[in-house]
């Protein structure tokens, strides 16, 4: 079996199956180079009657209160922060955060109707 050099990224068995798919060979394959990147679009090829396409493309004014990137941004990091906290409590006191606050769980939610 030819010798597979080893990588510290693949992990033994990924070696392994790579010395199994290229036995004569001491060394990988070369990788193909990306030397040209073609792009494209896809457009309909026609409308459906009744369709007309826009004649001027609205131009937003960027939002200055509300749903920004940013904000968005913070909001998931003071979510992860919080959830975090809420197992460090959960660890420290042995119960859950609901019965931590005093609500009662398992007996169902005693509501009167």
Known sequence: ???????AFLPPTTAFNLA???PSSSRLPPLP??????SFT???????????L????????????????????????ASMI???G???VELIMNKGILQTI?????KGLDIPL
């Open 33 to 38: 180079r990306r030397e040209h990147v073609t």
């Open 20 to 22: 199994r798919h290229f």
């Open 1 to 7: 079996m030819a010798a597979i050099p080893s990588s």
């Open 54 to 77: 826009p004649k001027l493309q609205p131009k937003f004014k960027p939002p200055f209160l509300g749903f920004t990137k940013t904000a968005e941004i913070w909001n998931s990091r």
């Open 102 to 106: 005093g609500v009662d769980v398992g």
């Open 86 to 88: 809420v197992f460090i």
């Open 82 to 84: 919080g959830l975090i």
């Open 42 to 52: 896809v457009q309909a090829a026609k409308l459906p009657s009744g369709v007309e």
